[in-house]
């Protein structure tokens, strides 16, 4: 009995599997890095660097000049890239929750109508719109499993979706996130992703069983739980945790806790049936409403997770990318006007939800310049749908490359609409209490 239950050793990996995963975890990080340098001599954030990292070592350049040494460094065996691909996403997790630290949760309050109206145009516009072209597509852009609805609501929801991630890291390059303006994006971003994936989780129950009223009231009821959770029981459970941890007295076991609420806090939204970044963005929330007690922990792990892990992590969403459908016409044509529909709308809903809620001409402009990065979320959501069978390996390189063209345009954009916003003495003295992160 004992032996059934226990089941015997788990195999370990293999000296080939460890010696790729090692490999491919310096090349893509030292990639990264090095793109990452150059891009910021170029005026724009070091995630449009790490990401171009990741595409110039997949498909799109490396397996075409050397395809043999990239099948043995890149291979398509799941098996081995589930390897790296775990401790990116690892690391985005964290990105998140360090996000989510630096929120002013005061200037939220104060702000509340902005980012309600703000959110309600830079999601409901391109949704909208979204959905009509995916009405109107080629046929051949649809995936065996999806008919004419199930493709435009998902072609609208990779419309209306941003990137918290990859806002989140350009904000932090380019200095903004402690800025009003960067608050009000983040915060918005996070409702555009919140409507996002639950209506991906609409959508992708569609696909496999039809539409069910008792699945959406379940997944919104999960949500609203969730928020509960953490606006009432998440602080103070927080703080028991370091406090009977002692993060003051034992530095390492405050890091530990940290790390460990911000994981559990991931795979509890998982769980739901909801997007792991949602439960990391919370948790990051909170911690950052302890004061020091909670953001000494995170500052301390802080600079490996900007240094290693979401570089990591940039580089490796960019090996999905493979560039080269695009040289059909049909498909380079629909990217096109896919490229041009997720711009125009997500800027235009964007500032126009702005002006609705009170903010200056300049500031609308940078709130739909900054809401317009899709980045890895949009490159997850492609990936979803290719699983799901919604999308055809055409249909989802265009979506990849909505996902990295908006990334690399945003920052110049946000550039050129936040030169003439002020800073202000309230942002001054944010961005020093918030030093430590």
Same mark, same amino acid.
């Given at each position: 009995m004992v032996t059934m239950l226990a089941g015997g050793p788990v195999p370990g990996m293999s000296h080939h599997q460890m010696l790729v995963f090692l490999l491919q975890f &310096?090349? +893509?990080?030292? =990639? &990264?890095v090095l793109l990452g340098r150059l891009a910021m001599r170029l005026r724009m954030p070091a995630v449009v660097g790490e990401l171009t990292a990741g595409v110039v070592l997949g498909p799109s350049v490396f397996a075409n000049l050397l395809p043999s040494l990239s099948g043995w460094l890149m291979p398509r065996d799941p098996s081995q890239m589930h390897l790296i691909g775990a401790v990116a996403q690892l690391g985005v997790l964290l990105l998140v929750a360090v996000?989510? &630290?630096?929120?002013?949760?005061?200037?939220?309050r104060r702000k509340g109508r902005a980012i309600g109206c703000v959110s309600a145009g830079s999601v409901l516009l391109p949704l909208a719109l979204g959905i009509g072209m995916g009405f109107l597509l080629p046929a051949t852009l649809m995936g065996p499993e999806a008919d004419r609805t199930t493709f435009a609501l998902f072609m609208g929801i990779a419309v209306a979706i941003s990137a918290l991630p990859v806002i989140a890291k350009t904000l932090l390059d380019m200095r903004l996130l402690h800025r009003d303006i960067g608050q009000l994006i983040v915060g918005s971003a996070a409702v555009s992703d919140i409507v996002g994936w639950l209506l991906l989780s609409i959508v992708s129950a569609m696909v496999a069983t039809g539409v069910e009223l008792g699945l959406v009231v379940r997944t919104v009821a999960y949500l609203i739980a969730v928020l509960a959770f953490a606006a009432v029981v998440a602080r103070p459970l927080a703080r028991?945790?370091?406090? +009977?941890v002692g993060s003051e007295k034992h530095p390492e076991s405050g890091i530990a806790t940290i790390v460990v609420l911000i994981v559990a806090s991931a795979a509890g939204t998982h769980a739901l049936g909801m997007e792991p970044i949602l439960g990391t963005f +919370?948790?990051?929330?909170?911690?950052? =409403?302890?004061g020091p007690a909670g953001r000494k922990p995170l500052s301390a792990a802080r600079p490996f997770v900007m240094s290693v892990l979401a570089p990591l992590f940039f580089a490796t969403a960019? +090996?999905?990318v493979d560039l080269g459908a695009l040289a059909r016409p049909e498909v380079f044509l629909a990217g096109m006007v896919i490229l041009a529909v997720a711009i125009g709308t997500k800027l235009v809903g964007g500032y126009v939800g702005a002006r609705m809620g009170r903010l200056s001409r300049g500031e609308s402009l940078a709130i739909g310049a900054g809401l317009n990065a899709r980045g890895v979320v949009e490159i997850v959501l492609a990936t979803v749908g290719l699983q799901l069978g919604v999308l055809t390996t055409a249909s989802y390189t265009v979506i990849i490359l909505v996902a990295v063209v908006t990334s690399m345009m945003t920052p110049p954009m946000l550039r050129y609409a936040t030169r003439s916003i002020p800073t202000t003495s309230t942002e001054v003295e944010r961005e020093r209490e918030f030093s430590a992160l």
């Open positions: &310096a090349v +893509l990080l030292i =990639s &990264a996000t989510g &630290a630096h929120i002013d949760l005061n200037l939220f028991w945790t370091l406090e +009977l +919370l948790c990051g929330i909170v911690i950052g =409403s302890l960019g +090996l999905q």
